[in-house]
Protein backbone atom coordinates (compact mmCIF):
# COMPACT_ATOMS: atom_id res chain seq x y z
CA UNK A 1 0.00 0.00 0.00
CA UNK A 2 1.13 4.01 -0.61
CA UNK A 3 1.42 6.08 1.96
CA UNK A 4 -1.30 8.08 1.13
CA UNK A 5 -3.88 4.43 2.18
CA UNK A 6 -6.46 5.02 4.64
CA UNK A 7 -7.33 2.07 7.06
CA UNK A 8 -10.53 1.55 8.91
CA UNK A 9 -10.28 2.75 12.30
CA UNK A 10 -10.81 0.08 15.01
CA UNK A 11 -9.91 -0.43 18.79
CA UNK A 12 -7.82 -3.22 17.38
CA UNK A 13 -5.55 -0.93 15.33
CA UNK A 14 -5.49 2.15 17.95
CA UNK A 15 -3.91 -0.05 20.66
CA UNK A 16 -1.37 -1.84 18.21
CA UNK A 17 -0.39 2.01 16.75
CA UNK A 18 -0.38 3.03 20.04
CA UNK A 19 1.75 -0.30 21.29
CA UNK A 20 4.17 0.67 18.87
CA UNK A 21 4.33 4.42 19.66
CA UNK A 22 4.72 3.60 23.23
CA UNK A 23 7.47 1.31 22.44
CA UNK A 24 9.51 4.00 20.88
CA UNK A 25 8.74 3.85 17.65
CA UNK A 26 8.40 6.36 15.18
CA UNK A 27 5.32 8.24 13.52
CA UNK A 28 6.71 8.00 10.52
CA UNK A 29 8.35 4.31 11.06
CA UNK A 30 4.76 2.99 12.46
CA UNK A 31 3.23 4.62 9.11
CA UNK A 32 5.19 3.08 7.04
CA UNK A 33 3.25 -0.48 7.98
CA UNK A 34 0.72 -1.79 5.28
CA UNK A 35 -1.73 -2.20 7.79
CA UNK A 36 -1.12 1.02 9.70
CA UNK A 37 -2.99 4.24 8.74
CA UNK A 38 -0.62 6.99 6.45
CA UNK A 39 0.66 9.76 8.47
CA UNK A 40 -2.30 12.01 7.13
CA UNK A 41 -4.84 10.06 8.84
CA UNK A 42 -3.10 9.72 11.54
CA UNK A 43 -3.25 13.24 12.02
CA UNK A 44 -6.60 13.73 10.92
CA UNK A 45 -7.66 11.42 13.74
CA UNK A 46 -5.82 13.24 16.02
CA UNK A 47 -8.25 16.34 15.36
CA UNK A 48 -11.27 14.26 14.95
CA UNK A 49 -11.38 11.19 17.64
CA UNK A 50 -10.90 12.37 21.58
CA UNK A 51 -10.12 8.44 22.33
CA UNK A 52 -7.31 8.16 20.09
CA UNK A 53 -5.83 11.89 20.42
CA UNK A 54 -5.83 10.29 24.46
CA UNK A 55 -4.22 7.29 23.46
CA UNK A 56 -1.79 9.06 21.31
CA UNK A 57 -0.59 11.75 24.11
CA UNK A 58 0.01 8.77 26.69
CA UNK A 59 1.77 6.60 24.17
CA UNK A 60 4.52 9.07 23.37
CA UNK A 61 4.50 9.73 27.35
CA UNK A 62 4.96 6.28 27.60
CA UNK A 63 7.54 6.34 25.00
CA UNK A 64 9.83 8.03 26.72
CA UNK A 65 10.17 5.55 29.41
CA UNK A 66 11.95 3.31 27.22
CA UNK A 67 14.62 5.50 26.77
CA UNK A 68 15.39 5.40 30.28
CA UNK A 69 16.37 1.44 29.05
CA UNK A 70 18.55 2.33 26.57
CA UNK A 71 20.48 5.47 28.66
CA UNK A 72 21.29 2.12 31.00
CA UNK A 73 22.30 0.09 28.10
CA UNK A 74 24.31 1.80 26.56
CA UNK A 75 26.33 3.36 29.80
CA UNK A 76 26.53 -0.42 30.91
CA UNK A 77 28.45 -0.82 27.41
CA UNK A 78 30.25 2.31 27.64
CA UNK A 79 33.97 1.96 26.90
CA UNK A 80 37.24 4.17 26.23
CA UNK A 81 36.50 4.07 22.76
CA UNK A 82 32.75 4.68 22.58
CA UNK A 83 32.18 7.08 25.06
CA UNK A 84 32.14 9.98 22.92
CA UNK A 85 29.75 8.61 20.83
CA UNK A 86 27.42 7.29 23.84
CA UNK A 87 27.40 10.53 25.60
CA UNK A 88 26.02 11.88 22.02
CA UNK A 89 23.27 8.86 22.18
CA UNK A 90 22.28 9.63 25.86
CA UNK A 91 22.24 13.44 25.45
CA UNK A 92 20.03 13.16 22.48
CA UNK A 93 17.75 10.03 24.22
CA UNK A 94 17.08 12.87 27.16
CA UNK A 95 16.22 15.29 24.68
CA UNK A 96 13.79 13.12 23.19
CA UNK A 97 12.13 12.43 27.01
CA UNK A 98 12.00 15.71 27.79
CA UNK A 99 9.84 16.35 24.37
CA UNK A 100 7.97 13.18 24.81
CA UNK A 101 6.91 13.29 28.13
CA UNK A 102 8.16 17.06 29.69
CA UNK A 103 6.08 16.63 32.90
CA UNK A 104 9.08 14.06 33.98
CA UNK A 105 11.88 14.40 31.93
CA UNK A 106 11.21 18.16 30.65
CA UNK A 107 13.87 20.98 30.96
CA UNK A 108 11.74 22.76 33.46
CA UNK A 109 12.20 19.63 36.17
CA UNK A 110 14.61 20.51 38.68
CA UNK A 111 16.67 17.01 38.60
CA UNK A 112 19.17 16.87 35.84
CA UNK A 113 20.52 14.12 33.55
CA UNK A 114 22.84 12.14 35.42
CA UNK A 115 25.57 13.94 34.43
CA UNK A 116 25.52 17.75 32.78
CA UNK A 117 28.98 18.32 31.32
CA UNK A 118 30.79 21.56 32.13
CA UNK A 119 32.61 21.41 29.14
CA UNK A 120 31.40 20.06 25.95
CA UNK A 121 32.06 16.91 24.60
CA UNK A 122 34.61 18.68 22.13
CA UNK A 123 36.62 20.32 25.00
CA UNK A 124 36.57 17.29 27.11
CA UNK A 125 39.66 15.08 27.44
CA UNK A 126 39.45 11.21 27.27
CA UNK A 127 39.87 11.28 30.70
CA UNK A 128 37.28 13.62 31.87
CA UNK A 129 35.19 12.12 29.21
CA UNK A 130 35.61 8.31 31.06
CA UNK A 131 35.60 9.77 34.49
CA UNK A 132 32.01 11.56 33.80
CA UNK A 133 30.30 8.56 31.86
CA UNK A 134 31.63 6.40 34.71
CA UNK A 135 30.06 8.59 37.39
CA UNK A 136 26.95 8.25 35.29
CA UNK A 137 27.14 4.39 35.36
CA UNK A 138 27.25 4.54 39.39
CA UNK A 139 24.64 7.05 39.67
CA UNK A 140 22.14 5.10 37.52
CA UNK A 141 23.43 1.71 38.83
CA UNK A 142 22.44 3.21 42.66
CA UNK A 143 19.01 4.33 41.32
CA UNK A 144 18.04 0.99 39.58
CA UNK A 145 19.11 -0.81 42.68
CA UNK A 146 16.22 2.15 44.77
CA UNK A 147 14.11 1.46 42.29
CA UNK A 148 13.46 5.49 41.04
CA UNK A 149 15.08 5.43 37.76
CA UNK A 150 15.25 8.61 36.66
CA UNK A 151 12.62 10.78 38.35
Given at each position: ?9 T ?15 T ?12 H ?7 Q ?16 A????A ?12 N ?5 I ?13 P ?9 E ?8 V?E ?7 H ?20
Open positions: MSMGRSVKYQSLVDQFCEGLSQGKLRSLCAGDSMPSTQVRRWLQKADFQRRYRQAIEESENFEKILEEVEALTADARVAQKINTWFKIMGQRNNRYGENKKSPPFTPIKTQMTDEELQCLNDTLTQARNREQEGSGFE
